[in-house]
């Protein structure tokens, strides 16, 4: 452990894998804390918000939150040419966030001021890290990052303002969730056209020429922008409802674009393909929820998150914790499980607040099926990414240089 903490340590050459490695470790121990005081074989804690706060902060801001940093800070790298940041201070960007996941836990005891200057500070770090290398990229084409990240900032900053004045903080965790649907609909436009052509060719042999319409990428994050703040204004009646259907709608066209014939069903591609589905699916039910007046918001949001934001961070950690790393993207049967694990704990979620749905769950629970699958999947995640996250390159890459040689290599 000592050798893995030295800043000299493999783990610290590039952002991408300490964070992505707490990611999945993240996703792991606090499904589980979850779990035990589900199940009762804990006590549940005392702590500003209560455990149902806690438990959705921790996945959007702990778990989300890390996998973002892990990503961005690698892709300012390769976007803007800017170079990699270096160990000191992703160090101290991780200790930051470590900070803010134990703060808040104890935050029964010490008070939430902790935990919010911790996951503040950690935003903002973020922030500042980010503006400089995108502002002074030519045309700055990828300045959304920057406006996503700091609206997701700005909305985690309303969370702990709330908390800290005794008001009601869960809409803008509701209001976070749609601004990570939309970095999510950012971050894979920008990847794919440059990687998943590259791979479709590469790995399966196939040509499909891949191109990300920005009419229709645009259109999606419009309606999800406006669906987001449509619930979080608590509209008048319907307003939220139709406004979600019209996201499901502006998502389903959005995957016009992903159909390139046989080079689909490659998994490098077909794992996106996949999320934009659960995430139509998200925001359909949830605005048929609202339109018949039933109580769908919950499950709607976890198909988002367990689903959709589930798919999408372990698909780009899949890919960009080998080629940055200089390893060959991972062709085994882990990947197709865990994606299989994370569909199957969504829909177990879903099926706890849908009554029309009956599902096998073997004697568990649906909220506990769900965990069991949640954490198996990132469980497969950590111990095949474990080495190359950890360890030297193969190559003689250097810091977070992208090689993306064949599985012979």
Known sequence: MASLLSPRAPLWC?????????????????????????????????????????HAHEMLFGFAAASIAGFLLTALTEFTGSAALPPRPVQRLVWLWLGGRVAYLLSGSVGIAWAAALDMG????????SFGPLW??????????FYALVALTGAHLGFYISLL??????????????????????ALSRISMALFNEVMGKYGGL?????????????????????????????????????????????????????????????????????????ALGYGVIGVGHLSEQPWQSAGEHLLLVA???LAILVVMSIAGRVHAGHA???????????????????????????????????????????????????????YAWR??????????????????????
């Open 165 to 186: 004045l005794g008001h009601e903080a869960l809409p803008w965790l509701r209001l976070s969730i749609g601004l990570l649907m939309i970095l999510v609909i950012v």
């Open 207 to 279: 040509t499909a020429d891949y191109v990300a319409r920005p009419p229709r990428r645009n259109l999606a994050m419009f309606t999800i922008g406006l669906s987001a703040v449509a619930t979080f204004a608590q509209a008048g009646p319907g307003v939220p409802g139709w406004l979600a259907c019209a996201a499901a709608a502006a998502i389903l066209n959005l995957l016009n674009d992903w159909h390139v014939g046989r080079a689909l069903w490659q998994r490098w591609v077909l794992i996106p393909y996949l999320l934009y589905w659960c995430m």
């Open 329 to 383: 993207l991972d062709g085994r049967l882990w990947l197709p499980a865990a994606v299989l694990l994370l569909i199957l704990a969504a829909i177990s979620r879903a099926g706890a607040s849908l009554p029309f749905l009956p599902l096998a769950t073997w004697g568990l629970s649906p909220l506990t099926l769900a965990a069991v699958l949640w954490i198996g999947a990132w469980l497969l995640y950590a111990a």
């Open 388 to 409: 190359v996250l950890t360890g030297p390159r193969p190559d003689l890459g250097q810091f977070c240089d992208e090689r993306m040689p064949l599985p012979s290599d």
């Open 14 to 54: 590039c952002p991408f894998r300490p964070f992505f490695l707490l990611t999945a470790l993240h996703g792991i121990v606090v499904m589980a804390v979850w779990l035990a005081w589900l199940s009762g074989w804990m006590p549940l804690p005392d702590m500003p918000g209560g455990p149902f706060v806690w």
């Open 136 to 145: 002074r990229a030519p045309e700055r084409r990828h300045m959304s990052f």
């Open 308 to 310: 959709a934001l589930g």
């Open 122 to 129: 950690f935003m903002l770090s973020l922030v500042a890290h």
